[in-house]
């Protein structure tokens, strides 16, 4: 698990996450592939992952757009947030591919973070990530699931990861 930075009751309170314009959003959550054998061994329907193992997200009942297959809209929670993938866990910073180079990002969308942007606090969790994600085993994890790396707009890029 990677250590939070947004409080859940921050998370909570915000309308943003899981919520998607488009059923094919670059921003719909990509699964590792051992995620995908985990959520099936959980019994999770193989109808919530798409063939490009994606979450396959659901018609918005309260109105316009998609949100995720695994997301309780009335209590604004995840329901499987206790396995959640790699890439929730990650949010609301991101790994983007840019011109061939693969950067770590955070989106600006989060409340949260607009908040925080130039805090000491924020420096040090992204220092944390960057040790993080250029530890070997996730280098590893990152090359054998380059479907994660992603094309990002109206993002902040933080640092180039050493991929």
Same mark, same amino acid.
């Given at each position: 698990?990677?250590? #939070?930075? +947004?409080? #859940?009751?921050?998370?909570? =309170? @915000?309308?943003? @996450? @899981?919520?998607?314009? /488009?059923?094919?959003?670059?921003? %719909?959550?990509?699964? !590792?592939?051992?995620?995908? #054998?985990?959520?099936?061994?959980?019994?999770?329907?193989?109808?919530? $992952?798409?063939?490009?193992?994606?979450? &396959?997200?659901?018609?918005?009942? /309260?109105?316009?757009? *998609?949100?995720?297959? *695994? *997301?309780?809209?009335?209590?604004?929670?995840?329901? +499987?947030?206790?396995?959640?993938?790699?890439?929730? /866990?990650?949010?609301? *910073?991101? +790994?983007?591919?840019?011109?061939? =180079?693969? $950067?770590?990002?955070?989106?600006?969308? @989060?409340?949260? +973070? =607009?908040?925080? %942007?130039?805090?000491?606090?924020?420096?040090?969790?992204?220092?944390?990530? $960057?040790? !993080?994600?250029?530890?070997? #085993?996730?280098?590893?994890?990152? =090359?054998?699931?380059? &479907?994660?790396?992603?094309?990002?707009?109206?993002?902040?890029? $933080?640092?180039? !990861?050493?991929?």
């Amino acid at each position: 698990m990677i250590k #939070q930075f +947004i409080p #859940q009751e921050a998370c909570l =309170k @915000c309308r943003g @996450c @899981c919520r998607f314009t /488009q059923a094919d959003s670059v921003w %719909l959550p990509c699964l !590792l592939d051992e995620e995908i #054998q985990d959520l099936l061994d959980k019994k999770i329907p193989a109808a919530t $992952i798409s063939i490009n193992r994606r979450i &396959q997200p659901l018609p918005n009942p /309260q109105g316009e757009g *998609f949100i995720c297959a *695994f *997301f309780a809209l009335k209590e604004n929670k995840c329901k +499987i947030y206790e396995f959640r993938p790699f890439e929730c /866990q990650l949010y609301p *910073f991101l +790994i983007n591919l840019r011109g061939g =180079k693969v $950067i770590l990002t955070v989106d600006l969308n @989060c409340p949260y +973070i =607009k908040e925080k %942007l130039g805090s000491r606090e924020l420096k040090e969790y992204t220092e944390y990530l $960057i040790s !993080l994600l250029n530890s070997p #085993q996730q280098i590893r994890l990152l =090359k054998d699931n380059p &479907q994660i790396i992603q094309a990002y707009e109206e993002v902040l890029d $933080i640092i180039e !990861l050493n991929i």
